[in-house]
């Protein structure tokens, strides 16, 4: 069981990171969600894993602790009102932009030169003319 | 237990609350109503330190749990002057905005309120967790307030802001997650126990948490990796938010005193004096960039906003020594900066509120109506941040050059702190030169007059770097007294031993 959570928090972490690096605020969304449950299985698990268990002392052999679940419940929460809030500043963002680059708008991108210039030199000519 | 330890989270809630169901209340009522709130604070604050300044631990725990299993307020003189420091800075920041920038948002004071809610939370949490919540809450106003204002201009560094503190949320997790699985608690006073009695096979998580704390609070103080997302955030929000602001990364370098020295300090056997040496060349390393980038600015703005990042850099100098000497330095350094910082966002407003659409770009511009007043200003608050006498600037400077050990500490600290106040002189006199006298013929039709809810606030906190000379000895008593607290966690976990109500019979 540990080897399967373990895993399951890995692969949503790096996936959370890895959608995090991208430059459009949709994928970074996703991967602040991602992110935010990976990080809310580790939480949980700080606990340590255990089946049948009851979080009252002496009740049963083994016991969970009940306090990560109380943090895991509170980081839910927080994260959903976070990602809430990131939702609409990255519409906000697109709205003012017309453009869900994170950094607004895409970076100027090497044009072929030759062409460009030639356009503009066109406009140029008419507008001396 | 003290009950009124409470006071300066409780009176912010209700006010809060009050201003989020009074968005249609007339604007002299709500302003009136939030400028009280605001006031409130700083009188329960100020009574609070005078509380702190017996130098004992005050306890509140809520719900009546007993300290390790319950989240407990405590208060002590560190709390006592973050809570004394922010408040000052809050209610002059909420004074500016009657002048009309709270203007465009109806929940601009609500918000205003929350953030102090969270900024007090976090200076009087002694839980782990809690500190996180505090963070959050804090955030999430700030994120509010940072979008406060018209343009488009504030979209991008906002959502920057917002997915580099969200980031940093889920570090903050992991690394409380890490701690909690090995020690079995998240009250700091209880960590401070049983941090030294860890398994030794055991202690590499613990040190990978407390490193990963490290760099949560490192984002937060805009320490250099992390740093590059404060020169546009705060150039771009409202004055008194910009103001306000300048305390928010002192939060950071907060949570670096408080969590270092309890869980970590002298007494935390193997695990002692964790990421000390790593702060010591990212302190100089920050403040070189700061400088770098206060050289580089465009616009006034900007070059207050890298001023944060320098003082930053000094702070973390003076911490990473982990000497009462170091400490002291950094506390009063703290109370000087961040006031100062907090008066020069304003000013930058009201300059560039009378220059047009130059704004306050360093450049050639028509002369200001008020240039005097304002030329003032700016040469008190350059003097008080570059660190020149006679101003508070320098005397906390030579503290922290002082508290240096001699060795290769001393030189380090003292060739790049030294040169560094020199170029950050050369960046105030250029942008103060440029602003000031190289104007061009003519006047402004009309610009944005000077009325007293403006000026007076920002002529104040400026002023108070005069006031600190004036009050230096019983201020650096009281920074001698907080340090000498801290630097002697034992007495922080006696609070565990406190007895709950009822409990005596």
């Known amino acids: 069981m540990e080897l399967a959570f373990a895993l399951v928090i890995g692969v949503l972490t790096a996936s959370g990171v890895y959608l995090l690096l991208k430059a459009r605020t949709f994928s970074v ?14 939480l949980f698990s700080s606990g340590r894993l255990v089946t049948g268990g009851q979080p009252i002392i002496g009740s049963t052999e083994t016991y969970s602790d009940p306090l990560p679940q109380a943090l895991v419940l509170t980081a839910i929460v927080i994260g959903f009102a976070m990602t809430a809030f990131v939702v609409v500043l990255s519409l ?16 100027e991108l090497p044009t072929p030169k030759h062409e460009h210039n030639d356009e503009q030199d066109i406009e140029k000519g008419e507008a001396r003319s | 237990m003290n009950h ?93 905005s009657l002048g009309g920038s709270d203007g465009n ?55 920057h802001y917002v997915v580099l503190n969200l980031v940093g949320s889920a570090i903050f997790l992991i690394s409380v997650g890490m701690i909690y699985s090995v020690t079995g608690t998240l009250n700091m006073a209880d960590l401070a126990m049983k941090i030294p009695q860890v398994a030794p096979e055991n202690l590499p998580i613990v040190k990978a948490g407390g490193l990963m704390l490290l760099v949560v609070f490192g984002l937060k103080a805009a320490i ?68 770098v980038g206060a050289l580089g600015a465009a616009n006034l703005r900007k070059l207050f906003a890298w001023q944060v990042i320098i003082s930053v850099g000094t702070l973390l100098a003076a911490i990473s020594f982990g000497t ?56 008190i608050g350059a003097v008080a941040s570059a660190g020149l006498p006679p101003l508070s600037g320098f005397f906390a400077k030579l503290m922290v050059l002082d508290a240096a050990a001699p060795g290769a500490e001393r030189i380090w600290l003292w060739s790049v702190l030294l040169v560094g106040s020199f170029f950050t002189l050369i960046a105030y006199s250029r942008a103060g030169s440029i602003v000031f006298w190289r104007n061009v013929k003519g006047h402004l039709e009309k610009p944005r007059r000077l009325t007293g809810a403006v000026s007076v606030p920002t002529g104040a906190l400026v002023a ?42």
């Open chain 1, 92 to 107: 906000r963002s697109l709205a003012d932009h017309n453009d869900d680059h994170v950094d607004g708008d895409m970076p």
């Open chain 2, 464 to 505: 108070l770097s005069a006031v600190i000379v004036m009050l230096a000895e019983p201020i650096s008593r009281y920074v001698d007294d907080t340090a000498a607290q801290l630097h002697n966690p034992s007495a922080y976990t006696d609070i565990l031993q406190t007895p709950m109500v009822g409990e005596e019979q």
């Open chain 2, 324 to 379: 009462e000497k170091g400490t002291a330095a950094a506390l009063f350094y703290l109370v000087n900066t961040t006031w100062v910082v907090g008066g020069l966002f304003l000013l930058a407003d009201l300059i560039a509120g009378q220059r047009g659409s130059v704004n306050d770009r360093i450049v050639t511009a028509p002369k200001m109506r008020n240039r005097t007043f304002l030329s003032v200003l700016f040469l």
């Open chain 2, 4 to 96: 009124w330890l409470t006071a300066p989270i409780l009176i912010p809630l209700l006010g809060g609350i009050l201003q989020a169901f009074m968005g249609y209340a007339p604007v002299p009522l709500r302003r009136t109503l939030g400028i009280a709130t605001t006031a409130l604070t700083l009188v329960a604050a100020i009574l609070l330190m005078g509380l702190a300044d017996d130098g004992t631990y005050r306890l509140y725990a809520f719900g009546n749990w007993q300290p390790p299993f319950g989240i407990v307020l405590v208060l002590d003189r560190l709390a006592a002057l973050m809570l004394v420091v922010t408040a000052v800075l809050a209610l002059f920041a909420h004074v500016y």
């Open chain 1, 29 to 42: 969304v996703m991967g602040l969600t991602l992110l935010s449950y990976g990080v809310n299985l580790f």
């Open chain 2, 224 to 291: 250099l990796p992390l740093c590059f997302w404060l020169p546009n955030a705060y150039a771009n929000a409202t004055a008194p938010v910009a103001a306000l602001f300048s305390v928010m990364t002192k939060v950071g370098i907060y949570a670096i005193i408080r969590v270092y020295n309890l869980m970590f300090g002298e007494q935390a056997g193997a695990l002692e004096g964790l990421g000390l040496d790593w702060l010591f060349p990212l302190a100089l390393i920050t403040l070189a960039m700061g400088v």
């Open chain 2, 105 to 159: 948002n109806r929940q601009f004071h609500g918000l205003f309120q929350f953030q102090l809610l969270g900024l007090n939370i976090a200076f009087l949490t002694g839980d782990l967790f809690n500190l996180f919540v505090a963070f959050e809450v804090l955030l999430i106003a700030s994120y509010g307030l940072l979008m406060h204002g018209e343009g488009k201009s504030r979209t991008v560094p906002g959502l």
